[in-house]
């Protein structure tokens, strides 16, 4: 029987995982970027990192078969399955700066500060919050190396990534409130987890 987790569009929502369990996380609606964090239950200082995990895959992103690595260098996580294959891994979450210096908007929701909700009951604070896995985000580089336009996610309705989690973890995952960009296709929608 899952057990499921429905993050609303531009929310996140906090779980524990245990190290052998299966959770699948679905775009419900389709476009919609899913940030995600883990966090190493029994050592708080250990998280997914997104550069450990470039530097020992030798690539830029992640997929099938890829494990997740932590800032120790411990695998944390295995994707099993992934119907997309299009995912971002350079991107910090968006926070308050990122609306008001690009956008000039004051109090939007972004990923950070929905992380610092969530992770509140684990004493984990703004200032922690780690670099998100950006599943489902389609940000393509250029040939020089500089950032191409966001591009709407390749994700569509149903579409879904399975991790198998290596050890006992605290997962976060923040349905992107972006709307102002064609990152999440101009409409914010939910995300569901389930763990299996
Ligand atoms: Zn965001």
Redesign the pocket.
């Known amino acids: 029987m899952p057990n499921i987790i429905h993050i609303p569009g531009g929310e996140a929502r906090s779980f524990l995982l245990k190290s052998g369990e299966l959770l699948k996380v679905t775009d419900v609606e389709g476009k919609q970027?899913a940030?995600f964090i883990a966090i190493s239950f029994h050592k708080k200082d250990e998280y997914l990192s997104t550069a450990h995990t470039r530097t020992m895959n030798s690539r830029l992103t992640v997929m099938k078969g890829d494990q997740l690595y932590s800032n120790y260098r411990h695998p944390l996580l295995e994707i099993l399955e992934d119907t997309v294959g299009v995912h971002d891994t350079l991107y910090p979450?968006?926070d308050p700066m990122?609306y008001k210096l690009d956008f000039g908007v004051e109090n939007h929701r972004?990923?950070?500060d929905?992380f610092a909700q969530a992770l509140e009951e684990y004493n984990l604070d703004y200032g922690f919050i780690p670099d998100p896995l950006?599943l489902f985000q389609n940000s393509p580089l250029n040939a020089d190396g500089t950032f191409a336009n966001f591009t709407e996610p390749e994700s569509k309705a149903g579409d879904y990534v399975v991790f198998k989690s290596l050890t006992d973890l605290i997962i976060g995952i923040?349905a992107?409130?972006?709307d102002m960009t064609p990152?999440c296709g101009y409409q914010i929608t939910d995300i569901k987890a389930e763990i299996m």
């Open positions: 970027v940030d979450c968006c990122r972004n990923c950070r929905n950006n923040s992107c409130p972006q990152l």
